[in-house]
């Protein structure tokens, strides 16, 4: 007997649940691709990227995932044997030095662990032993997703300035955009990255990256640069073809077009407090579960954590027991532990993930929490019950 059947719910850390209007605005043949009205649509998106990334700076689209977006950031501004310093506190630090590192750039990592943020006073003690300045960019993930460690970015900044280092500051905000709060321009932010399937609420495929006039005066310093992943003419495109270097991904556009709609409706500070608002929510739970048994929050501090996702402890093999029970007994996927694991537990089984980013409301939210408390109880994981009427509690007292 399964009470899966319904509509199902992935609640991993991206891809993200897609809106219904994102799909049907996408379900629709291919246009001429020299069609004025497509051009017209075109045009609108990269003005209203740049809103939702709070930039007056400059964006390029890449039909890419967040991979590619990483690529193209250091493809316009990292020459081979170039250095880079990458701060790292999670997976996804080590993916975008590994990709610094396939480009043929000197990578130093400054390694934080799983548990704690980017740590602003190892990065200005390494940009200090720079002597030579020769540390050409700072790679930042602003949310880490492996960890659900969040970082200061506005802080990286302040370091370099007070350092008087002219490294280029870049972030990964391929999981906190349109989550968490970002500033790309008051934050002194030169490079971001992101990606189509996790706030931005697309199905994967378009990755994009911003970047200030800063960072445009370094791409012209550039001995060589690949067409493929040169922003110049994709973001400011003489002729329609450069936005994409070739077809632009028709039905995706649709759907960014229809996505971003829906956070101009919505207003950037509103949706950065419904993010933080659900995701206080889940941490009620968890911590009240936590009460009793094993589980808990990987990030302690709640300055430090992300509004789009979160990662949890349970105790080997019980993160793999219970994200199976959620999804072949209630219809709802978890995301994996990822990265976290030691060498008591190599294949994170006692870790879980939950992906609150993009689409996602109170009942979503209070669903998720329910089919969590479910199967604790199910599988009789020691837990302290009634974290979903801690969460439901605090989310009434916040709307007062
Ligand atoms: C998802 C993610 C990536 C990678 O994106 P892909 O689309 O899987 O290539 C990079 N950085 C962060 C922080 C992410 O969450």
New binding site residues.
């Given amino acids: 007997m399964t009470i899966a059947n319904g509509r199902s719910y992935i609640a991993i850390?991206?891809p993200s649940v897609m809106p219904d209007e994102v799909l049907q605005a996408m379900h629709r043949p291919a246009p001429d691709i020299y069609s004025k009205a497509l051009h017209d649509t075109m045009a609108t998106l990269l003005p209203d990227l740049k809103d939702v990334a709070r930039t007056d700076g400059h964006a390029a689209m890449y039909i890419a995932?967040?991979?590619?977006a990483?690529e193209a950031a250091l493809a316009n501004t990292v020459s081979p044997s170039d250095r880079v310093l990458v701060p790292c506190c999670g997976a996804?630090g080590h993916?975008?030095a590994e990709m610094a590192r396939g480009i043929g750039a000197e990578v130093d990592i400054i390694e934080h662990g799983r548990q704690t943020p980017i740590d602003a006073d190892a990065v200005r003690a390494a940009l200090l032993a720079d002597r030579g300045q020769t540390i050409k960019a700072v790679l930042a993930?602003?949310?880490?997703?492996s960890s659900s460690l969040r970082s200061d970015i506005a802080a990286l900044r302040a370091v370099l300035d007070e350092v008087g280092h002219p490294a280029l500051l870049m972030a990964?905000?391929?999981?906190?955009l349109g989550c968490d709060v970002f500033e790309m321009d008051a934050w002194g932010v030169d490079v971001m990255v992101t990606?189509s399937?996790?706030g931005l609420m697309v199905p994967?495929g378009m990755?994009f990256v911003f970047f200030s006039p800063r960072a445009a005066e370094v791409r012209a310093t550039m001995p060589r640069v690949s067409r493929y992943w040169d922003w110049v003419p994709r973001s400011a495109p003489e002729a329609f073809y450069q936005y994409f270097g070739g077809t632009a991904p028709v039905q995706h556009l649709y759907g960014l077009r229809k996505a971003l709609d829906m956070l101009k409706a919505e207003g950037m500070p509103a949706v950065w407090a419904r993010h933080a608002r659900l995701a206080n929510a889940i941490w009620t739970a968890v911590d009240h579960w936590g009460q009793a048994g094993a589980m808990r929050l990987n990030v302690a501090d709640p300055a430090h954590r992300s509004c789009a996702v979160t990662a949890l402890a349970l105790g080997k093999g019980q993160g793999d027991r219970l994200r199976q029970w959620c999804e072949t007994q209630a219809g709802v996927t978890l995301g994996i532990g990822l990265g976290v694991g030691d060498p008591e537990d190599p294949t994170s089984s006692g870790y879980f993930r939950l992906g609150h980013m993009g689409h996602v409301n109170a009942h979503m939210v209070l669903g998720l929490l329910g089919v969590i408390e479910t199967g604790l109880g199910a599988l009789e994981i020691p837990h302290e019950s009634g974290g979903v009427t801690a969460a439901a509690q605090h989310l009434a007292k916040l709307n007062g």
């Fill in positions: 850390p991206g995932n967040g991979h590619g990483w996804f993916g975008w993930v602003h949310v880490d997703t990964d905000c391929v999981a906190s990606g399937q996790k994967p990755g």
